[in-house]
């Protein structure tokens, strides 16, 4: 049996969907809570409670006597720093340009176990819609971080297509992907891990660097509203690279 979605979940998701979509944005009043118990048929109070929720999560801000408004901006650079590496190189005086080696498309059939975990996506639940079966699950990049002409990162990313449409229409040697989804999503949160590997061939070319040699991987997923938006292994070579910071 498939589970109800609350009325009040429902509300949420949609305001999300319209702020991933560009259709709301940093600064814009949303629908009122009156024109929003309509359009969902629901009372006032189920209204109240998700846009409380929005606002507790930064993603709202609600003004007394004012309405409600989109705080996108706020809330990503507030919570959420997420760390360039073009700034970074560009800071140290470094030449830098970005390659981009392939972007695409992922469809429910191409999707792996590690995708399929990462973004919580049912296997079943994929299959069962056959009609959407050429429909993009996630678009996936793959970018070259060069600095002084010698390759220092090799980054593969995934972003969750339906939260940010327009992401794989991005010119990525013009616009860094951290930036893009910065701007474009209220970012809530994000985890990640460092470990040390041996470089698989794709890797070792993109860094130049023999295969299985030394790498640092930093794996990162993000999320909003508790999902997972994107998630992105960044390979760096393990003579050419530090992660440091201060406590």
């Known amino acids: 049996m ?7 979940q429902r509300i949420k998701n949609a305001i999300l969907d319209n702020i991933h979509s560009g259709k709301w944005q940093a600064g814009n009043a949303i629908s009122t809570e009156m024109a929003l118990a309509t359009e969902f048929g629901v009372s006032r109070m189920t209204v109240n409670r998700a846009l409380k929720e929005l606002s507790e999560e930064r993603v709202l801000e609600r003004r007394q006597g004012s309405g ?8 990503n650079h507030t919570f959420v720093e997420v760390r360039n590496i073009a700034e970074d190189l560009k800071s140290a005086n ?6 981009v080696v392939s972007k695409r498309a992922v469809t429910a059939a191409m999707l792996d176990d590690e995708l399929r975990r990462k973004f919580g996506i049912d296997e079943r639940a994929t299959v069962a ?14 970018i070259i971080h060069v600095a002084d002409g010698q390759p220092i990162q090799f980054e593969e990313r995934w972003v969750d297509a339906k939260k940010v449409p327009h992401f794989i229409d991005q010119d990525f040697t ?12 209220p970012l809530e949160s994000g985890s990640y891990t460092i470990r ?15 295969p299985q040699s030394p790498t640092l991987v930093l794996r990162r997923q993000t999320y909003s509203a508790g999902q997972v938006v994107t998630f992105v292994k960044m390979w760096h ?8 910071g201060e406590l």
């Open 94 to 99: 470094r030449d830098y340009e970005a390659k």
């Open 196 to 210: 040390a590997l041996a470089a698989p061939i794709e890797v070792a070319d993109a860094l130049q660097i023999a």
């Open 129 to 142: 819609h056959t009609d959407a079966s050429d429909a993009p699950i996630l678009y996936e990049v793959k």
């Open 2 to 8: 498939t589970k109800t979605i609350p009325a009040y």
């Open 174 to 185: 013009v616009v860094n992907t951290s930036d893009y989804l910065v701007a474009k999503i």
């Open 68 to 75: 409600t408004f989109v705080a996108q901006q706020q809330f």
């Open 237 to 244: 070579a393990g003579d050419r690279y530090q992660f440091s």
